[in-house]
């Protein structure tokens, strides 16, 4: 791993530069860098290997070992030269998921899938029954921690960890909802009004954090052809809370970025006329490659990330290099764009190939 640029040894971090760039209103020489998440399995060997800090798992009710994996959290994304740190944490659904072991080489845990024919809530009576959490119990620790311990000039990029839409799909199931859309729409209804107030009092205290940088929240809304539900159910029932938190968020001045995965060409006038999104992050090279949307788009909204997770995870390293250079060939000279994955950095990508992208972004110069 000695042979990248990363980690920087003296970062230089611009957090209002980085949120101008992508609002049209700088254009820099090279892009500045995004991400969505990076799972702690990619973190781990980086934060002890080529950061040289003790890796530190994450306790629940312990605050000493709570700061210190922060602290790690922090510093990762300092010294991958990202001017922010992105940090995402949900309230407590009751929802269905599945194990099963992670057959990525470097992870011995598990991984969690949402169940998608038993839901918690499939009628009025579970809806009554239902333990909805109260934010005014939620633990904003970690939220508080990073946001008074960033190093000068960083942001902070906050969200409830899950959207209107797939805090849905988990509370009722995809199949259980597929089937209330047509036979119960009233129950629907209640339940994703439930969940928005939630989360708009959620981010109400996110809105609080003195350097936050912008509102990041993601709510996978498309498959491989299509919206996952119809147009006309999102635009009723999921939009209109997207629609609430951006206008949040421009009202503390900042702006309001969505990560959205799959095919949603069907509601992107929507997204960007009606919810009011300043960028739009998940980009898959089988639906819209990130700079065929720049090129439709890129003059209203960020283009945020775009390296397709496919060439991500098993292309070589030059293979790779040379699409990250030609990417950000392409979207680059307009402004309004950030580089990094079309997605995440999620346990099954190698980490070499991850920094190999930093490399070849870090190093770019036109």
Same mark, same amino acid.
């Given at each position: 791993?000695?042979?990248?640029?990363?980690?920087?040894?003296?970062?230089?971090?611009?957090?209002?530069?980085?949120?101008? =760039?992508?609002?049209?209103?700088?254009?820099?020489?090279?892009?500045?860098?995004? !991400?969505?998440?990076?799972?702690?399995?990619?973190?781990?060997?980086?934060?002890?290997?080529?950061?040289?800090?003790?890796?530190?798992?994450?306790?629940?009710?312990?605050?000493?070992?709570?700061?210190?994996?922060?602290?790690?959290?922090?510093?990762?994304?300092?010294?991958?030269?990202?001017?922010?740190?992105?940090?995402?944490?949900?309230?407590?659904?009751?929802?269905?998921?599945?194990?099963?072991?992670?057959?990525?080489?470097?992870?011995?845990?598990?991984?969690?899938?949402?169940?998608?024919? %038993?839901?918690?809530? %499939?009628?009025?009576?579970?809806?009554?029954?239902?333990?909805?959490?109260?934010?005014?119990?939620?633990?904003?620790?970690?939220?508080?921690?990073?946001?008074?311990?960033?190093? !000068?000039?960083?942001?902070?990029?906050?969200?409830?960890?899950?959207?209107?839409?797939?805090?849905?799909?988990?509370?009722?199931?995809? !199949?259980?909802?597929?089937?209330?859309?047509?036979?119960?729409?009233?129950?629907?209804?209640?339940?994703?009004?439930?969940?928005?107030?939630?989360?708009?009092?959620?981010?109400?205290?996110?809105?609080?954090?003195?350097?936050?940088? *912008?509102?990041?929240?993601?709510?996978?809304?498309?498959?491989?052809?299509?919206?996952?539900?119809?147009?006309?159910?999102?635009?009723?029932?999921?939009?209109?809370?997207?629609?609430?938190?951006?206008?949040?968020?421009?009202?503390?001045?900042?702006?309001?970025?969505?990560?959205?995965?799959?095919?949603?060409?069907?509601?992107?006038?929507?997204?960007?006329?009606?919810?009011?999104?300043?960028?739009?992050?998940?980009? !898959?090279?089988?639906?819209?490659?990130?700079?065929?949307?720049?090129?439709?788009?890129?003059?209203?909204?960020?283009?945020?990330?775009?390296?397709?997770?496919?060439?991500?995870?098993?292309?070589?390293?030059?293979?790779?290099?040379?699409?990250?250079?030609?990417?950000?060939?392409? =979207?680059?000279?307009?402004?309004?764009?950030?580089?990094?994955?079309?997605?995440?950095?999620?346990?099954?990508?190698?980490?070499?190939?991850?920094?190999?992208?930093?490399?070849? *972004?870090?190093?770019?110069?036109?």
């Amino acid at each position: 791993m000695s042979d990248y640029c990363v980690p920087l040894d003296s970062p230089n971090p611009d957090a209002q530069r980085f949120i101008r =760039c992508l609002l049209g209103q700088e254009k820099p020489e090279r892009p500045p860098l995004i !991400e969505y998440l990076v799972d702690p399995v990619i973190m781990q060997p980086i934060t002890t290997e080529l950061l040289g800090r003790q890796w530190v798992r994450l306790e629940p009710g312990d605050r000493e070992s709570q700061a210190a994996y922060w602290d790690n959290f922090i510093e990762f994304w300092y010294r991958m030269g990202y001017d922010f740190v992105r940090l995402e944490l949900s309230l407590p659904f009751q929802e269905q998921h599945l194990l099963a072991p992670d057959t990525a080489p470097q992870s011995e845990g598990d991984r969690a899938w949402a169940d998608e024919h %038993r839901g918690a809530i %499939r009628t009025w009576d579970d809806f009554e029954k239902y333990n909805w959490p109260k934010v005014e119990e939620a633990d904003f620790f970690a939220y508080e921690y990073v946001d008074s311990h960033l190093p !000068e000039g960083m942001g902070i990029m906050a969200s409830h960890a899950g959207g209107i839409l797939e805090h849905l799909t988990w509370i009722m199931s995809y !199949e259980g909802l597929c089937f209330a859309l047509y036979d119960a729409p009233d129950l629907v209804q209640a339940i994703s009004k439930r969940l928005g107030a939630l989360m708009q009092d959620y981010y109400e205290r996110l809105l609080e954090l003195r350097n936050l940088i *912008a509102l990041f929240p993601g709510d996978d809304m498309g498959f491989r052809t299509a919206t996952l539900i119809s147009p006309d159910a999102l635009r009723r029932y999921i939009l209109p809370w997207h629609r609430r938190f951006a206008q949040m968020a421009h009202e503390r001045g900042i702006p309001y970025f969505l990560h959205n995965c799959g095919n949603v060409a069907a509601i992107m006038e929507d997204l960007i006329q009606d919810v009011h999104i300043d960028g739009k992050h998940s980009f !898959e090279d089988a639906i819209i490659p990130a700079s065929e949307f720049h090129r439709q788009y890129g003059d209203r909204i960020a283009t945020l990330g775009g390296v397709d997770m496919h060439v991500l995870s098993h292309a070589e390293p030059e293979e790779l290099r040379k699409y990250v250079h030609n990417l950000i060939d392409a =979207c680059a000279p307009e402004g309004r764009f950030a580089i990094g994955s079309g997605n995440s950095i999620p346990s099954y990508v190698p980490v070499e190939n991850y920094l190999t992208m930093l490399d070849e *972004a870090l190093r770019y110069n036109g």
